[in-house]
């Protein structure tokens, strides 16, 4: 079965280092998503991005946040300059369609400590 | 006001009773609407998607939505040990189609 891909599954980086989460979304999805979960919080919509451009973002993915599709497989989310509350679960999903219409597959996560 | 509100459980059920989670949004503009489960320390996954006021079954599960109410809720029937898991409401927003909002989600333990 299909499955969205993220490296690596555990990330320990040092404040102010940069940091690159990677994805590999299902091969025919073309909308591409990350969410980050803070442990214990909820889910939280970070950025949408389509046919290589970014179609929605959320008040959380300021100046330090970009997306990349630096090829045909990988979705990249880079953080600039990591800060402590940085720290979190991110998720790379992907799907068919916009995903108000939809399933979206989610990723197994890669867990960002920042120290 | 938050957009996607959910009890935060814990909510206990016995293993084959029915369980009852709700969700309330404020988008009364949302369109689509999405019951994920997840389990400790991994991803959400989809268990159903619902568009149009009334009932939508798919097995156990039963999804109900109420847009005059921006209410939505899920059963589960039979629940089972194996669904014990954190359900979390999401809510597709009025101005983008591809923005899905999570709701802080409801725990599920079901006790043998």
């Known amino acids: 079965e299909p499955e969205v891909t993220q490296t690596p599954s555990h990330q320990v980086t040092q404040m102010g280092q940069e940091v690159i989460l990677r994805c590999v979304p299902i091969?025919?999805?073309?909308?591409f998503y990350w969410y980050r979960q803070i442990l214990g919080q909820k889910v939280e919509f970070l950025v949408s991005?389509?046919?290589?451009?970014?179609?929605?973002k959320s008040e959380i993915f300021d100046d330090q946040f970009s997306v990349e599709r630096p090829d045909g497989s990988n979705f990249t989310l880079k953080i600039r300059s990591t800060k402590l509350e940085d720290s979190a679960m991110y998720f790379c999903?992907?799907?068919?369609?916009?995903?108000?219409?939809?399933?979206?597959?989610f990723g197994q996560g890669t867990r960002l400590t920042v120290v | 006001q938050k957009e996607v509100e959910q009890n935060s459980g814990p909510l206990s059920v016995p293993e084959g009773a029915i369980a009852s989670l709700n969700c309330t949004y404020s988008d009364r503009g949302s369109q689509s609407f999405f019951w994920y489960r997840q389990y400790s320390g991994k991803s959400p996954e989809l268990i159903m998607f619902i568009y149009s006021n009334g009932d939508k079954e798919d097995g156990r599960f039963t999804a109900q939505l109420n847009k005059a109410s921006q209410y939505v809720s899920l059963l589960i029937r039979d629940s089972q040990p194996s669904d014990s898991a954190t359900y979390l409401c999401?809510?597709?927003?009025?101005?983008?189609?591809?923005?899905?909002?999570f709701g802080p989600g409801t725990s599920l333990s079901v006790i043998p």
């Open positions: 091969s025919n999805h073309l909308y």
């Open positions: 991005f389509y046919n290589n451009e970014i179609s929605e």
């Open positions: 999401a809510v597709n927003g009025k101005t983008s189609y591809d923005k899905v909002i």
């Open positions: 999903a992907s799907s068919e369609r916009p995903a108000g219409n939809t399933e979206a597959f």
